[in-house]
């Protein structure tokens, strides 16, 4: 039979156990940036990945593929990607470019990428199809290609002379 005192350090043992174990999961649940990870690829973009989400960017001077790029491959000419569109994604990125633009002008900037997702032909393109695939020719002005259905990527390639040896793998095999 275990005496009161035992008895009491049992339970206080325990009930410190499962506060720590209660403080762990808050550190990883709400702490975030554990499952991000970035890849540099050629000519100064990154691909950076974390909580599902997949981005290629490089900086607010040229073109980026937002929205769960969840395929990718490059080369020293090209990189190519498979994107499944996010419409959370492609809002926070106009409104964080909206930010850079005006700094002074934070108010409604969420109705107002939205308003752009609705309205602009190129994001009801984006967003009229489940997945969609993109070029990048990174040199030079970082020309973008697409959005493109499976068949209109494999005829761009072929027209821009991507090399077959350049395959779409999963982004989070890099």
């Known amino acids: 039979m275990l005496s009161l005192k035992q008895k009491f350090f049992l339970i ?17 649940a709400f702490m975030g940036g554990g499952a ?73 900037l969420k109705a107002l990428a939205d308003s752009i997702l609705s309205a602009d032909p190129y994001y009801k393109r984006i967003f009229s199809a489940q997945e969609n695939y993109w070029i990048l020719n990174h040199h030079g002005k970082g020309l973008l290609y697409g959005p493109f259905t499976k068949i209109e990527f494999e005829r761009k390639k072929q027209e821009l002379q991507v090399p077959a040896s350049l395959v779409l793998k999963n982004a989070w095999d890099l």
């Open 12 to 28: 206080l043992g325990t009930i410190s156990l499962l506060f720590f174990v209660y403080l762990l999961w808050l550190v990883s």
């Open 36 to 108: 991000d990870y970035y890849v540099d690829l050629p000519n100064g973009y990154l691909f950076r990945g974390g909580d599902g989400d997949g981005i290629i960017t490089y900086d607010t001077t040229r073109k980026s593929i937002y929205g769960k790029v969840t395929e990718i491959a490059f080369n020293d000419d090209f990189i190519i990607a498979k994107q499944v569109p996010d419409s959370m994604s492609h809002e926070s990125e106009i409104e964080n470019h909206l930010k850079r633009r005006n700094p002074q002008k934070n108010s409604d």
